[in-house]
């Protein structure tokens, strides 16, 4: 391959050449973050949306919504994943489907990249796995839920998300609900701060909370609009060509846990984890498995309310940009 594993769709390849917003979206989320069963009953939240269907599993749909949201709002949708060795910016329907499907997937980060591509295996991107993909595509805008970060009990573990690093060396914006509320959102701002990435809120002055909507701590910046964002990006990226931006749109208010939701089990549940002896790469999915469950399915509403919003905000900024770059 001339460009090695790098595998650009041409529809993305020629709206990055002409300057038309792309949203690149994370893979993971699709083979390690969702069920891969359809539910049983669907969730409140996409009951009526055309795209969740009975039957279909429910990280497919996921995924076919995000791309769909992107589009409504203007922007070319650039999934990324790892198939058959190939580090793939933007998928196809078989890709998704096959991804969806396909309970030998791994989970890729960057570390994982190139054994995976050496073996021609097919995985799902985390975020900064994706994150390296649209360095090498050149894609400034990506959505995705909420990104990793510092783990509780990180001090015995030292299991801090590749993602932050990704974030440092990366000059994209990602549009999440903040970090994952099963974290240690406070070390995890503070690690970003210390990589220099701006953490903006869009229309909220505190870091949001994932599934459990918006949160108490503070924060530095704050814009009001997502053309603002465009243009806080703009002025960032002219002082620090190299280095990501996290901007923070929290979860819906009517679709996010009360509260407290899912921060109030995590303690618990980071303590079963380490003593059940889930580690590695397993964490992360392990414990939004057991939020979703110990919710009742409402962790799991909030989580595709939020990734459907951050896509449809992702597409907004990424417009603004194309706007004013123009
Ligand atoms: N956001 C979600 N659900 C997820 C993830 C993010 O709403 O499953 C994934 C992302 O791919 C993120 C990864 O990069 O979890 C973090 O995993 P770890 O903590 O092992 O770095
Ligand atoms: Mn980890």
């Known amino acids: 391959m001339a460009n090695g594993p790098l595998l650009i769709a041409d529809e993305v390849r020629d709206a990055l050449a002409h300057g038309r917003p792309v949203v690149a979206l994370e893979s993971a989320v699709l ?104 360095g090498l595509a050149g894609i400034r805008h990506f959505a995705t839920g909420g990104i990793g970060g510092v783990h509780r009990g990180f001090a015995q573990t030292l299991d801090l998300s590749a993602d932050l690093g990704a974030l440092a060396r990366t000059p994209v914006c990602v549009i999440s609900s903040g970090a994952k509320s099963i974290l240690d959102l406070k070390a995890t701002l503070e690690a970003l701060e210390c990589l220099g990435v701006p953490v903006i809120g869009l229309a909220t002055d505190t870091f949001p909370e994932f599934t459990d909507g918006a949160g108490s701590l503070p924060l530095h910046a704050t814009v009001a609009t997502p053309h603002d964002a465009a243009r806080a990006c703009r002025a960032h990226w002219s002082l620090l060509p190299s280095v990501g931006v996290l901007l923070a749109n929290p979860c819906p208010a009517v679709h996010a846990l009360d509260h407290g939701g899912s921060s109030i089990l995590a303690d618990e549940l980071a303590a079963e984890a380490m003593a059940a002896g889930i580690e590695g790469n397993l964490v992360t999915p392990w414990l939004l498995a057991q939020v979703a469950a110990r919710t009742k399915g409402q962790s799991l509403d909030a989580n595709i309310a939020l990734l459907l919003d951050n896509a449809r905000c992702a597409a907004l900024v990424a417009d603004a940009a194309s706007r004013d770059a123009g």
């Open 31 to 134: 083979t390690h973050g969702l069920p891969r069963e359809p539910a049983t009953g669907l969730p409140p939240v996409v009951a009526h949306q055309p795209d969740f269907a009975r039957g279909v599993p429910l990280n497919l749909s996921l995924s076919i919504a995000m791309e769909r949201v992107v589009r409504t709002h203007g922007g070319v949708p650039a999934t990324v994943a790892v198939i058959d060795g190939a580090l793939k910016v933007g998928c196809t329907r078989g890709d998704l489907e096959r991804l969806a499907t396909d309970r030998d997937a791994r989970k890729a980060s960057v570390r994982d990249l190139g054994p995976l591509c050496a073996a021609r295996s097919c995985a799902g991107t985390t975020v900064s796995a994706t994150l390296v993909a649209c």
